[in-house]
């Protein structure tokens, strides 16, 4: 089953429920925002998803249970931008989105050159190709290690064309409006043309708006509803997440909702 699905997972630390019984599949080709206030657990679930946690055997890849499968097996379907990814080797921004060949091993120099150029420019961040990582922004590091991401899913695709996936764990909060936009119709276009089903973590509501596919609204480590934005970004449910008024009207040039907090 062309699937990322967790059943009734559940977590805890310290005695104290992260996950409280989640349910959530994440689809080919679809772009999935969790959504959720401070210590929710969206990065807890991410982290699961990626197979850190002991939640693993409640979650499944493609049909195959995440606990079954080892690291590599893993990497070779799915990719992961992790909210602080660090590094602190003096490398080429080219050396540092080829890291995401590592999986295959067996692909040759020249397609993974060739699928690290068209990754670099899917992210824009071409003309950072011969600079040091050590010395760009933490916000042009980002970018990098999301060009990373790609070339790890083009990779795949290179080899076997099979459903893969992108976890992003708020990729956008380093950067600036323009780069925010940037990435994230980078990853609606990874989506559709690559059919990457996508979960993303984020904090801009109205960003999750614009680019969902669907909605996860995580409360107190369980999900209290999951739908397409017109019908999960209601004043109610951002009330009961959020703790704050909102106001939800109609966005001026997109069939989205906007929403406006107090």
């Given at each position: 089953m062309s699937t990322f699905c967790a059943t009734n997972t559940f977590f805890s630390r310290r005695n104290q429920a992260i996950l409280n019984g989640i349910t959530l599949s994440l689809h080919s080709g679809d772009v999935l925002s969790l959504l959720g206030a401070n210590g929710a657990g969206k990065s807890t679930f991410l982290s699961a998803l990626a197979g850190e946690l002991n939640a693993a055997h409640t979650i499944s890849l493609n049909g195959q249970d995440l606990a079954t499968m080892d690291l590599k097996q893993q990497a070779r379907m799915r990719a992961i931008l992790p909210q602080k990814p660090g590094l602190a080797f003096d490398l080429e921004v080219s050396e540092v989105v080829a890291m995401g060949a590592y999986p295959f091993p067996n692909l040759h120099k020249n397609d993974v050159n060739s699928l690290c150029t068209?990754?670099?420019?899917?992210?824009?961040?071409?003309?950072?190709?011969k600079r040091r990582y050590l010395e760009l922004s933490g916000g042009e590091q980002q970018r990098v290690h999301y060009a990373r991401a790609i070339l790890q899913l083009l990779s795949g695709f290179h080899i076997k064309q099979q459903p893969r996936y992108l976890l992003l764990d708020e990729p956008t909060a380093s950067l600036d409006p323009l780069h925010q936009h940037t990435l994230l119709k980078s990853v609606r276009d990874l989506a559709q043309r690559h059919q990457v089903g996508v979960l993303v973590v984020l904090h801009d509501v109205n960003l999750a708006a614009l680019y969902s596919d669907r909605i996860a609204?995580?409360?107190?480590?369980?999900?209290?509803?999951?739908?397409?934005?017109?019908?999960?970004?209601?004043?109610?449910?951002?009330?009961?997440?959020?703790?704050?008024?909102?106001h939800v009207i109609p966005h001026p040039e997109h069939n989205k909702p906007l929403v406006i907090f107090g």
């Amino acid at each position: 089953m062309s699937t990322f699905c967790a059943t009734n997972t559940f977590f805890s630390r310290r005695n104290q429920a992260i996950l409280n019984g989640i349910t959530l599949s994440l689809h080919s080709g679809d772009v999935l925002s969790l959504l959720g206030a401070n210590g929710a657990g969206k990065s807890t679930f991410l982290s699961a998803l990626a197979g850190e946690l002991n939640a693993a055997h409640t979650i499944s890849l493609n049909g195959q249970d995440l606990a079954t499968m080892d690291l590599k097996q893993q990497a070779r379907m799915r990719a992961i931008l992790p909210q602080k990814p660090g590094l602190a080797f003096d490398l080429e921004v080219s050396e540092v989105v080829a890291m995401g060949a590592y999986p295959f091993p067996n692909l040759h120099k020249n397609d993974v050159n060739s699928l690290c150029t068209t990754a670099m420019k899917k992210a824009d961040i071409s003309a950072l190709a011969k600079r040091r990582y050590l010395e760009l922004s933490g916000g042009e590091q980002q970018r990098v290690h999301y060009a990373r991401a790609i070339l790890q899913l083009l990779s795949g695709f290179h080899i076997k064309q099979q459903p893969r996936y992108l976890l992003l764990d708020e990729p956008t909060a380093s950067l600036d409006p323009l780069h925010q936009h940037t990435l994230l119709k980078s990853v609606r276009d990874l989506a559709q043309r690559h059919q990457v089903g996508v979960l993303v973590v984020l904090h801009d509501v109205n960003l999750a708006a614009l680019y969902s596919d669907r909605i996860a609204l995580l409360n107190q480590g369980q999900i209290l509803d999951c739908n397409t934005p017109c019908q999960v970004l209601t004043p109610k449910n951002l009330y009961q997440v959020y703790g704050i008024k909102a106001h939800v009207i109609p966005h001026p040039e997109h069939n989205k909702p906007l929403v406006i907090f107090g």
